[in-house]
């Protein structure tokens, strides 16, 4: 049994992620901004937690990690608005990789994106320019740290159900789709499996047991 917090609780893919840890005895900490969302992010199994991490400083989110074994960080700002998806996607998300570090809180799951990093190609035109940008920087982040890190890239997400299948992108990666539900199990099983630790791995939907994709990278 393992204390998580997942960052961005509310989300689609960490409102499955919770209920599947907490399925397996996992204490969970689940953190998100609106009050509104407390009881849907209880149904799950999770301790709710309201919090703001674009406004807490590292000492804050340190605090609020404290106690935990592993972070999973699957927030986002959303899009929308340039200034905010830098505040959330990229420095909210590096002062969360510090905090974990001062909190002991060694294992860390960064959910990023299919193609993220700073040869992302995306055009400065683009309005995914900012989250592409932001992704890149967080990502290179936790990767510079001593923490175990694992990186996700999940491609295009779907609302179609989990599977529990994947294909993990090989040498010439191509970009396809993944259901929220399968990227949920992949987060939960990169928890459990220590030989994702200090890897990045994008994936699609496909015909392989998430267990043994994730194995056989």
Known sequence: MARIVIIGGHGKIALQLAALLAETSHQVTSVFRNPDHLAEVAATGAHPVVADIERLDTGGLARLLAGHDAVVFSAGAGGGDPERTYAVDRDAAIRTVDAAGQAGARRFVMVSYFGAGPQHGVPESDSFYPYAQAKAAADAYLRAT???????????????????????????????TVSRGNVAQVVAACLADRSTIGRTLEFNDGPVPIPEALRAD
Do not use: C, F
């Open 146 to 176: 001593d923490l175990d890190w694992t990186v996700l890239g999940p491609s295009r997400l779907t609302a179609e159900p989990a599977t529990g299948r994947i294909a993990v992108a090989g040498s010439e990666p191509q970009k396809g």
